[in-house]
Protein backbone atom coordinates (compact mmCIF):
# COMPACT_ATOMS: atom_id res chain seq x y z
CA UNK A 1 0.00 0.00 0.00
CA UNK A 2 1.54 3.45 -0.90
CA UNK A 3 1.63 6.80 -0.20
CA UNK A 4 -1.77 8.99 -0.75
CA UNK A 5 -0.37 12.55 -0.61
CA UNK A 6 3.23 14.30 -1.34
CA UNK A 7 4.09 17.28 0.91
CA UNK A 8 6.90 19.56 -0.78
CA UNK A 9 9.31 22.34 0.82
CA UNK A 10 9.41 24.99 -2.10
CA UNK A 11 12.23 26.96 -2.24
CA UNK A 12 15.41 24.68 -2.75
CA UNK A 13 13.70 21.45 -3.14
CA UNK A 14 11.14 22.18 -6.02
CA UNK A 15 12.90 25.31 -7.42
CA UNK A 16 16.55 26.49 -7.30
CA UNK A 17 15.70 29.72 -5.69
CA UNK A 18 18.07 29.38 -3.01
CA UNK A 19 20.90 31.25 -4.58
CA UNK A 20 18.42 33.99 -5.91
CA UNK A 21 17.14 34.25 -2.33
CA UNK A 22 20.48 34.83 -1.39
CA UNK A 23 21.33 37.56 -3.93
CA UNK A 24 17.99 39.22 -2.71
CA UNK A 25 18.58 39.15 0.71
CA UNK A 26 22.33 40.29 -0.37
CA UNK A 27 21.29 43.36 -2.31
CA UNK A 28 18.24 44.20 0.39
CA UNK A 29 20.61 43.85 3.36
CA UNK A 30 23.45 45.76 1.51
CA UNK A 31 21.64 48.89 1.19
CA UNK A 32 21.00 48.68 5.09
CA UNK A 33 24.98 48.53 5.32
CA UNK A 34 24.49 44.51 6.24
CA UNK A 35 27.28 42.95 4.11
CA UNK A 36 26.03 39.14 3.87
CA UNK A 37 27.83 36.02 1.68
CA UNK A 38 26.21 33.08 0.83
CA UNK A 39 27.51 31.36 4.16
CA UNK A 40 26.09 33.99 6.12
CA UNK A 41 22.46 33.59 4.11
CA UNK A 42 22.76 30.43 4.39
CA UNK A 43 22.46 30.56 8.63
CA UNK A 44 18.71 31.74 7.53
CA UNK A 45 17.69 28.51 5.11
CA UNK A 46 14.02 27.36 6.37
CA UNK A 47 13.32 30.54 7.84
CA UNK A 48 9.98 32.86 6.74
CA UNK A 49 11.41 36.16 5.53
CA UNK A 50 10.22 38.05 8.42
CA UNK A 51 12.05 35.59 10.62
CA UNK A 52 15.17 36.23 8.33
CA UNK A 53 14.54 40.07 8.58
CA UNK A 54 14.68 39.92 12.51
CA UNK A 55 17.17 37.33 12.73
CA UNK A 56 20.06 39.58 10.75
CA UNK A 57 18.46 42.99 12.68
CA UNK A 58 18.72 41.71 15.78
CA UNK A 59 22.49 40.71 14.71
CA UNK A 60 23.69 43.93 13.82
CA UNK A 61 21.75 46.92 13.58
CA UNK A 62 19.56 45.85 16.78
CA UNK A 63 22.07 45.22 19.12
CA UNK A 64 24.07 48.39 18.24
CA UNK A 65 21.47 51.00 17.81
CA UNK A 66 18.93 52.20 20.13
CA UNK A 67 16.42 53.51 16.95
CA UNK A 68 14.36 50.41 16.51
CA UNK A 69 12.23 52.09 13.68
CA UNK A 70 13.43 49.96 11.64
CA UNK A 71 10.11 48.15 9.99
CA UNK A 72 10.50 44.14 10.29
CA UNK A 73 7.24 44.10 7.32
CA UNK A 74 8.59 46.84 5.03
CA UNK A 75 12.31 45.00 4.76
CA UNK A 76 10.54 41.55 4.35
CA UNK A 77 8.49 43.32 1.54
CA UNK A 78 11.52 44.46 -0.30
CA UNK A 79 13.03 41.19 -0.48
CA UNK A 80 10.48 39.34 -1.46
CA UNK A 81 9.74 41.57 -4.12
CA UNK A 82 13.54 41.52 -4.91
CA UNK A 83 12.93 37.78 -5.20
CA UNK A 84 9.85 37.69 -6.43
CA UNK A 85 11.13 39.39 -9.67
CA UNK A 86 14.29 36.97 -9.88
CA UNK A 87 12.13 34.15 -9.88
CA UNK A 88 10.01 35.09 -12.42
CA UNK A 89 12.48 35.56 -14.64
CA UNK A 90 15.11 32.63 -13.29
CA UNK A 91 13.90 30.11 -11.76
CA UNK A 92 14.43 26.03 -12.67
CA UNK A 93 13.06 23.67 -11.44
CA UNK A 94 15.72 21.92 -9.35
CA UNK A 95 17.20 18.14 -11.02
CA UNK A 96 14.51 15.27 -10.96
CA UNK A 97 11.51 17.32 -9.62
CA UNK A 98 8.75 16.75 -12.71
CA UNK A 99 9.75 12.96 -13.19
CA UNK A 100 9.34 12.78 -9.42
CA UNK A 101 6.07 14.71 -9.97
CA UNK A 102 5.37 12.24 -12.63
CA UNK A 103 5.82 9.26 -10.58
CA UNK A 104 3.31 10.44 -7.89
CA UNK A 105 0.62 11.14 -10.05
CA UNK A 106 1.07 7.98 -11.78
CA UNK A 107 0.99 6.77 -8.22
CA UNK A 108 -2.31 8.71 -7.51
CA UNK A 109 -1.03 10.51 -5.04
CA UNK A 110 -2.31 13.85 -3.99
CA UNK A 111 0.48 16.41 -4.45
CA UNK A 112 0.84 19.83 -2.41
CA UNK A 113 3.12 22.69 -1.28
CA UNK A 114 3.92 23.47 2.58
CA UNK A 115 6.30 26.63 2.21
CA UNK A 116 7.80 29.32 4.32
CA UNK A 117 7.27 31.64 1.41
CA UNK A 118 4.77 34.10 0.85
CA UNK A 119 1.37 32.84 -1.66
CA UNK A 120 2.24 35.20 -4.08
CA UNK A 121 5.94 33.89 -4.22
CA UNK A 122 4.09 30.12 -4.26
CA UNK A 123 2.18 31.13 -7.24
CA UNK A 124 5.14 32.46 -9.41
CA UNK A 125 6.85 29.35 -8.52
CA UNK A 126 3.82 27.03 -9.54
CA UNK A 127 3.53 29.66 -12.80
CA UNK A 128 7.20 29.92 -13.64
CA UNK A 129 7.86 25.84 -13.60
CA UNK A 130 3.95 25.06 -14.76
CA UNK A 131 3.36 23.00 -11.89
CA UNK A 132 -0.45 23.37 -12.41
CA UNK A 133 -1.05 19.72 -13.62
CA UNK A 134 0.48 18.43 -10.56
CA UNK A 135 0.04 20.41 -7.58
CA UNK A 136 -3.53 20.44 -6.02
CA UNK A 137 -3.26 23.22 -3.48
CA UNK A 138 -0.56 25.32 -1.62
CA UNK A 139 0.20 26.65 1.87
CA UNK A 140 2.28 29.43 3.10
CA UNK A 141 3.78 29.29 6.77
CA UNK A 142 3.67 33.22 6.39
CA UNK A 143 -0.57 32.69 6.79
CA UNK A 144 0.38 30.77 10.25
CA UNK A 145 1.22 31.74 13.72
CA UNK A 146 4.63 30.78 13.83
CA UNK A 147 7.19 29.92 10.65
CA UNK A 148 9.30 26.95 10.30
CA UNK A 149 10.42 24.74 12.71
CA UNK A 150 7.26 25.03 14.01
CA UNK A 151 5.02 22.39 12.23
CA UNK A 152 1.81 24.77 11.65
CA UNK A 153 2.09 24.98 7.81
CA UNK A 154 1.96 20.91 7.74
CA UNK A 155 -0.28 20.75 10.02
CA UNK A 156 -2.69 22.92 7.78
CA UNK A 157 -1.66 20.89 5.02
CA UNK A 158 -2.58 17.88 6.93
CA UNK A 159 -6.08 19.31 7.86
CA UNK A 160 -6.73 20.09 4.22
CA UNK A 161 -5.61 16.64 3.04
CA UNK A 162 -7.78 14.82 5.46
CA UNK A 163 -5.85 11.85 5.26
CA UNK A 164 -4.04 9.56 7.98
CA UNK A 165 -0.31 11.29 8.77
CA UNK A 166 1.33 8.19 8.07
CA UNK A 167 -0.23 8.09 4.46
CA UNK A 168 1.46 11.49 3.59
CA UNK A 169 5.32 11.93 3.26
CA UNK A 170 6.99 14.88 3.41
CA UNK A 171 10.17 16.23 1.46
CA UNK A 172 12.25 18.81 2.85
CA UNK A 173 16.04 20.56 1.76
CA UNK A 174 16.29 22.21 5.41
CA UNK A 175 16.98 21.07 8.36
CA UNK A 176 14.38 23.61 9.97
CA UNK A 177 12.04 22.34 7.18
CA UNK A 178 12.59 18.74 8.40
CA UNK A 179 12.22 19.74 11.81
CA UNK A 180 8.69 21.31 11.53
CA UNK A 181 7.44 17.98 9.17
CA UNK A 182 8.73 15.07 11.19
CA UNK A 183 7.04 17.78 14.65
CA UNK A 184 3.82 17.09 12.26
CA UNK A 185 4.56 13.37 12.84
CA UNK A 186 5.67 13.17 9.07
CA UNK A 187 7.58 10.76 7.30
CA UNK A 188 10.59 13.56 5.69
CA UNK A 189 12.43 13.09 2.90
CA UNK A 190 15.36 15.06 3.12
CA UNK A 191 17.29 16.85 -0.18
CA UNK A 192 19.76 18.69 1.40
CA UNK A 193 21.70 21.77 -0.41
CA UNK A 194 24.60 20.29 -2.57
CA UNK A 195 28.00 20.96 -0.96
CA UNK A 196 25.92 21.65 2.89
CA UNK A 197 24.61 19.18 3.87
CA UNK A 198 27.56 17.53 5.49
CA UNK A 199 27.98 20.41 7.36
CA UNK A 200 24.42 20.33 8.85
CA UNK A 201 22.46 17.49 11.46
CA UNK A 202 19.58 16.03 8.87
CA UNK A 203 19.48 13.06 11.74
CA UNK A 204 15.91 14.28 12.77
CA UNK A 205 15.30 13.23 8.77
CA UNK A 206 13.41 10.02 7.95
CA UNK A 207 15.42 9.68 5.14
CA UNK A 208 18.21 11.49 3.28
CA UNK A 209 19.30 11.48 -0.20
CA UNK A 210 21.78 13.12 -2.67
CA UNK A 211 19.06 14.26 -4.86
CA UNK A 212 15.68 13.49 -5.93
CA UNK A 213 16.82 11.42 -8.87
CA UNK A 214 18.34 9.39 -6.25
CA UNK A 215 14.98 8.99 -4.92
CA UNK A 216 13.45 7.84 -8.31
CA UNK A 217 16.36 5.38 -8.61
CA UNK A 218 14.91 3.53 -5.62
CA UNK A 219 12.08 2.00 -7.40
CA UNK A 220 10.30 0.57 -4.57
CA UNK A 221 10.20 3.67 -2.40
CA UNK A 222 7.12 5.25 -3.46
CA UNK A 223 5.47 2.55 -3.50
CA UNK A 224 6.10 1.02 0.29
CA UNK A 225 4.72 2.90 3.35
CA UNK A 226 7.66 1.69 5.01
CA UNK A 227 10.80 2.24 3.40
CA UNK A 228 14.10 1.90 4.90
CA UNK A 229 16.84 2.37 2.91
CA UNK A 230 19.08 5.43 3.01
CA UNK A 231 21.03 6.69 0.25
Same mark, same amino acid.
Given at each position: ? @????????????? $????????????????????? +??? =???????GLG?????????????? &????????? $????? @???????????? &????????????????? =??????????????????? $?????? +? @???????? &?????????????????? +??? +??????KCI??????????????????????????????????????????????????PFL?????????
Amino acid at each position: M @HWQAAIFDMDGLL $VDSEPLWRRAEQKVFGELGIQ +LND =ELCRQTTGLGTEDTVRYWLQRTLW &STQEDRQIE $VDEIA @HQLRQQALGLIQ &SEARAMPGVYPLLERCR =ELGMTMVIASGSSMELIRA $VIERLE +L @HNYISSYF &SAANEKAGKPAPDVYLRA +LSA +LRLPTEKCIAFEDSVRGVEAARAANLYTVAVPEQGIGFQQDFSAASLVVKDLRTLLSMAPFLNDTQPTLLA
